[in-house]
């Protein structure tokens, strides 16, 4: 499966954005799929995941509550709306057709490039 990553931009604190994931050359509905972040000079963390199942999602703590992840079938595209962004949100954001969950957590894919991503950035 091929992704594409785009919604990103500049906002400032307290504001929105949706990212999009769109898949193509397979069904997504297919796959866990999971969104990650990797800010300047860290480590890649997870974010959030949605199961291929029942659809059970996943969240961060530190995004519970402001980040929503979701799918459009008919679009092939799976969604991250995140409100309420603080500057600790900046990061360029990827997704990948793989999920990780421990006691809960999304964790990001352990290796693997999974694109340009989009970046996000939150300042006043």
């Known amino acids: 499966v091929q992704l594409q990553a785009s919604g990103g931009g500049s906002v400032e604190p307290g504001g929105s954005l949706t990212l999009s994931c769109t898949g193509s050359g397979s069904n997504l509905d297919d796959y866990a799929m999971n969104w990650f972040r990797q800010a300047p000079g860290k480590e890649r963390e997870g974010v959030s995941c949605?199961?291929?199942?029942?659809?059970?999602?996943y969240y961060v703590e530190s995004v519970k509550g402001r980040f929503t992840i979701s799918r459009d079938s008919a679009k092939n595209t799976v969604y991250l709306r995140m409100n309420n962004l603080k500057p600790e949100d900046t990061a360029v954001y990827y997704c990948?057709?793989?999920?990780?969950?421990?006691?809960?957590?999304?964790?990001?894919?352990?290796?693997?490039?999974w694109g340009q991503g989009t970046l996000v950035t939150v300042s006043s």
């Open positions: 949605i199961s291929d199942g029942d659809g059970s999602t």
């Open positions: 990948a057709p793989i999920c990780t969950v421990i006691h809960g957590v999304p964790w990001p894919p352990a290796f693997g490039s």
